[in-house]
């Protein structure tokens, strides 16, 4: 028999390979020197996972954004009002070779129209 090596879970004991997932019969194959083990050649295998969320006050120091206003604004012309200043936000919808589309939304009366660049 050959020497066993001290290992980390997941790891081989015979040859110190990383070992494949579980097979559906509970036990492991190893792919480099072809020794079957049981599922305790993962035991103190543990995974530690910190997800961390913003507070409620993430966004208190931004300013408030006026009526109307759904992104920045830019100096265009809105085709419904006249008003020379909209907002925009752009998305890709498109695949990625492609240019992103731009919404506008017009600061004074809400008129929205798209642009794709």
């Known amino acids: 028999m050959a020497k066993m090596l001290s290992s980390e879970p997941g790891f081989c004991p015979q040859c ?34 910190v997800i961390h969320f913003n507070t409620p006050d993430v966004y208190s120091g931004l300013e408030k954004k006026a009526d109307g206003e759904d992104g920045c604004v830019v100096e265009r012309k809105c085709p419904n009002c006249r008003n020379d200043k909209m907002s925009y936000a752009t998305l890709q919808l498109r695949s990625a070779d492609e240019g992103q589309t731009v919404f506008y939304t017009c600061t004074k009366c809400g008129f929205k129209e798209t642009e794709n660049s």
């Open 16 to 49: 110190g390979t990383i070992l494949p997932r579980l097979s559906s019969k509970g036990d492991v194959k190893c792919y480099n020197c072809k020794q079957t083990f049981g599922p305790e050649v993962f035991s103190g295998l543990e995974y530690h996972y």
